[in-house]
């Protein structure tokens, strides 16, 4: 592995689960700082009911201003149909369907059972094979590891639901730790089985940081070969449908890691700082966490070489 893709959900995960909103000018020089940084791809929000989640009230204009940065990957997250269409008409780079292993947690997240929301996602494809050819569409599956409501979610049924999802037509499987249950032995096993049940569909990690084994299981994943790992600047979100889970792991901390290990991310974490700042200033006294921004930078710290 020489190149390690960072996926910022900030601007989606993040935001959603602050009760203030950010303002539209400060989300458009937040995700242009982040990229400035380096960051390749941004989840930039989520195509949801303005009444449910004011914060993404302003979605379409936020894919607009990002689709202008050269070079930025822009994901959205769709919870169902209708969303996915508005996404596809913005020209969005990528979709992200949250699909729940644990049912109870479905029900609560998007009021779907599972074979509801397997047909919502075979209606999705079918709407972008037809209409918005070149669109990536991800299946998050979340809840993977544990879940607040349901409890333990056994691992046949999170193979399953990925290869329902595989037959469904998605193009990339991720898995999400949605209640921050995870533990390094759980990772390295589940993304073995998902590699073998869906080969190269299989996708990205999401890990929450409840318990404190956030970074410890992105290295358990490198083991067995993910290459792509949701993060959030400041550590800020988590599922508002699972109580008690923090946030995601801290996107500074992530990189910091990851270019530690000789893996190369392409961003910078001084300008990375950057963006942080913007995101202080745009929500004071918001909550930030992170260890690297605490200390800074070990003197003589060097960033990985790229390699062939």
Partial sequence: MSFILVS?????????????????????????????????????????????????????????????ISGLHVVALVPNLKGALAAFESDIDKITLPVS?????????????HAEM???????????NERFPGIQIEAGLSTVFGCTIQGVVPDDDVIRMAEAMAEAGVDEIGLADTAGYATPVQVRRLFHRLQK????????AHFHNTLGQGLANVVAALDVGVT??????????????????????????????LE?????????????????????????GEALYGYLPSVGLPKGFTYAEATA
């Fill in 8 to 68: 910022e959900v900030g601007p989606r995960d993040g935001l959603q689960a602050i009760s203030r909103t950010m303002p539209t000018a400060s989300k458009h020089r937040w995700i242009a700082a982040l990229a400035d940084a380096g960051v390749k791809e941004i989840e930039v929000g989520s195509f949801v009911s303005a009444k449910l989640l004011p914060q993404m009230a302003d979605i379409a204009e936020v894919v607009l201003r990002a689709k202008t």
């Fill in 101 to 113: 292993v644990s049912e109870p947690h479905s029900l609560a997240n998007v009021r779907k059972t």
């Fill in 118 to 128: 397997i047909e919502q996602v075979r209606s999705v494809v079918a709407l972008r």
């Fill in 197 to 204: 049940a869906v080969g190269e569909l299989a996708g990205s």
């Fill in 228 to 257: 792509t790992f949701d993060s959030s600047m400041g550590g800020i979100g988590g599922c508002p449908y699972a109580p008690g889970a923090t946030g995601n792991i801290v996107t500074e901390d992530l990189v910091f890691l």
């Fill in 260 to 284: 530690s290990m000789g893996l190369k991310t392409g961003i910078d974490i001084d300008k990375l700082m950057v963006a942080r700042s913007i995101l202080q200033e745009a929500l004071p």
